[in-house]
């Protein structure tokens, strides 16, 4: 079993910048294979920044040059950066694992820009 545990969210103003934090606990084996969504009212989840398999990182186009996933081992912490936010990204943000047949979602935080 694993849990996630988001936390670093809250209002800021555009052009502004958060660092989110995923805890990760219980049997979770590598910080590969975890990743960062997001979910607007009215739209669909949508993974944002993420490490593949192999640890590589990939961005949405949507946040490529503003957001950056990085991650702390020794914590068991995925992070992701959050800089030149615009009203575009208020969504509440999840945090992602997939381990072996199954798939992990932390509970969310929520990310509001304002003009």
């Known amino acids: 079993q694993v849990q996630l545990v988001e936390s670093g969210g809250g209002l800021v103003q555009t052009g502004g910048s958060l660092r989110l934090s995923c805890a990760a606990s219980?049997?979770?084996?590598?910080?590969?294979?975890m990743a960062w969504g997001r979910q607007a009212p009215g739209k669909q989840r949508e993974l944002v920044a993420i490490?593949?398999?192999?640890?590589?990182?990939n961005y949405a186009d949507s946040v490529k040059g503003r957001f950056t996933i990085s991650r702390d081992n020794a914590k068991n912490t995925v992070y992701l950066q959050m800089n030149s936010l615009k009203p575009e990204d208020t969504a509440v943000y999840y945090c992602?694992?997939?381990?072996?047949?199954?798939?992990?979602w932390g509970q969310g935080t929520q990310v509001t820009v304002s003009s």
């Open positions: 992602y694992k997939d381990q072996g047949s199954l798939r992990y």
């Open positions: 219980g049997r979770i084996y590598s910080l590969n294979s």
């Open positions: 490490f593949t398999s192999g640890g590589t990182t």
